[in-house]
């Protein structure tokens, strides 16, 4: 498996509009309903389910860097999407830095667009 089998440049928001961690998942989620990659009927469920796996602990793993996820019998493929914050999220994160995705955020996107184009 690929990045590319998981992630397309339609699953990445290169401007986040959320200020906290809860419309992050949101936003994402959205993203992947959007994409085909889950089913609008199952997105409450599958907000609901990465949401209590963040509260159990924080996925601001620091550095800028937040990776909410969770495990669901409503997904049969890894399915993800990648967001980026110019203004930065709330995320809780180990270093009490707001997470925006990655401190090279560009090259990290170029890596990931380069990846689905081969």
Do not use: C
Not at 15 to 30: F, P, S, V
Not at 35 to 55: F, L, P, Y
């Amino acid at each position: 498996m690929d990045l590319a089998d998981i992630l397309t440049k339609e699953q990445i928001i290169t401007d986040l509009q959320a200020t906290n961690r809860w419309e992050a998942i949101d936003e994402l989620i959205n993203n992947l309903v959007a994409t085909g990659r889950i089913k609008s009927e199952h997105h409450d469920a599958i907000a609901a389910v990465v949401k209590k796996r963040e509260s159990s602990m924080s996925t601001g793993i620091g550095f800028g860097i937040g990776i909410p996820h969770a495990s669901t019998d409503l997904i049969y493929d890894v399915v993800g999407a990648l967001g980026r914050s110019k203004k930065g999220v709330n995320f809780d994160a180990l270093d009490n830095q707001p997470v925006s995705l990655a401190p090279d955020a560009d090259a990290m996107l170029k890596a990931i667009r380069d990846t689905g184009n081969k």
